[in-house]
């Protein structure tokens, strides 16, 4: 068995890399330490790159499509991880899951339409639609006992004839939120009651915790499998973002023909011959790296949190049950929300989502990207700790 080195620190800037050469736009500081954009510091797996390389070696890159062996490596790979066995048919590559909830709200709604979202919830689920002049409708996740849940009471309240589409981030993000079953079971027969479309966006499904079951929404009833699509990707996991692998999964016949011929009609379900070959490597020769990965990244979660209650007990750390992504609540700082931002950046020095982006729920919070050797989280948190003794 290979032994996979996450330790190693690898120099990003200069490489058109956003997570580091956008700094200075983003943040105004292009020193401080980078822990924001969703992709992970760790060198992308050695089956991807050798599998890049030998197609390179053929040095001829025309217009090229989906193999058999791509679309078996999903098959095989979703029925492996998850227990769901998905047809070919149902398949379809899209150039980015961003996108994909685009061309699906464009596909399935008309300006002035409803779509739901479930704040604090990744931001583009409320710039996406707002920038196609629907109207987005907020169903806030609750808190019970220290656990987001989500208010299916509260829900069922907002729900008109002018709710087209809920999206819905499986896992959850920022919160690290693997839904239990029973949630989204319970949340396909409300949107199928009401023909809402549940657009499930699942791109940190592999980063589930081995402790948890991540449940694809589409699989966890008839009910689900009829009202739904499905958005995966393999690149939050193997670190192969700027490749741009993403798919989408639509078990109905009718929400599939609708939605399959939107996006041939504008060839957006072509993929390219690096995300095929990426993809396929990397979901027939994946699991052992994913498994050295998850391995790391809980471990970086132990430190977070054992740094946050040793040295800043005012920050409270809700723990992820998936991702590399951990949400903290800095509430206990009683700092508004720009002094929090400036706690963190101009004292500090480090480069973190601002947790107001993320809707209601996100004020006096900050979402931390793990994603990096444990040498470089050692040293912003130190960074941190030193900016609120002086606070």
Not at 93 to 115: E, L, N, R, S
Not at 262 to 280: M, N, S, V
């Amino acid at each position: 068995m290979k032994h996979y080195n996450f330790d190693e620190v690898i120099e990003r800037h200069g490489t058109s890399c956003v997570k580091f050469d956008r700094l200075k736009e983003m943040f105004g500081d292009e020193n401080l330490i980078p822990l924001w954009v969703a992709d992970m510091d760790f060198r992308t797996p050695d089956f991807i790159v050798e599998a890049l390389k030998k197609r390179c070696e053929h040095e001829i890159f025309g217009y090229t499509f989906g193999s058999d062996e791509y679309y078996e490596s999903i098959i095989n790979w979703v029925h492996y991880k998850h227990n769901w066995k998905i047809q070919r048919e149902w398949i379809s590559y899209i150039p980015g899951i961003v996108k994909g909830i685009a061309f699906a709200i464009q596909c399935f709604t008309q300006k002035g339409d409803k779509v739901i979202i479930q704040p604090p919830v990744y931001h583009p689920f409320r710039i996406v639609p707002e920038k196609m002049k629907r109207e987005v409708v907020y169903n806030p996740l609750k808190m019970v006992d220290g656990i987001y849940e989500m208010d299916f009471d509260h829900l069922e309240s907002i729900i008109d004839d002018k709710c087209k589409v809920l999206i819905l981030c499986n896992p959850h993000n920022p919160g690290g939120i693997v839904w239990k079953k029973e949630t989204l079971v319970r949340l396909a027969e409300i949107c199928a009651k009401h023909n809402i479309l549940v657009i499930s966006d699942e791109i940190h499904a592999e980063m589930a915790y081995p402790q948890y079951t991540h449940y694809p929404f589409a699989s966890v009833s008839d009910t689900a499998a009829s009202c739904s699509v499905t958005f995966m990707a393999p690149s939050k996991t193997f670190n192969i973002a700027g490749i741009v692998t993403s798919y989408a999964i639509v078990p109905n016949d009718r929400i599939r023909e609708e939605f399959y011929s939107f996006l041939e009609a504008g060839e957006f379900g072509d993929g390219t011959i690096f995300a095929y070959t990426a993809t396929t490597a990397a979901y027939t020769y994946g699991a052992e790296w994913l498994q050295q990965m998850r391995m790391y990244i809980m471990e970086n979660v132990r430190f977070v949190e054992e740094f946050m209650k040793l040295h800043l007990p005012k920050i409270k750390v809700y723990q992820p049950q998936a991702s590399f992504l951990v949400w903290l609540d800095c509430r206990e700082l009683e700092l508004s929300q720009d002094e929090l931002v400036h706690l963190f950046k101009d004292k500090a020095g480090l480069a973190l989502n601002d947790g107001s982006i993320f809707g209601p729920g996100g004020e006096g919070h900050m979402r931390l990207n793990i994603g990096c050797p444990r040498s470089v989280l050692d040293k912003a948190m130190n960074a941190l700790k030193k900016a609120v003794d002086k606070k």
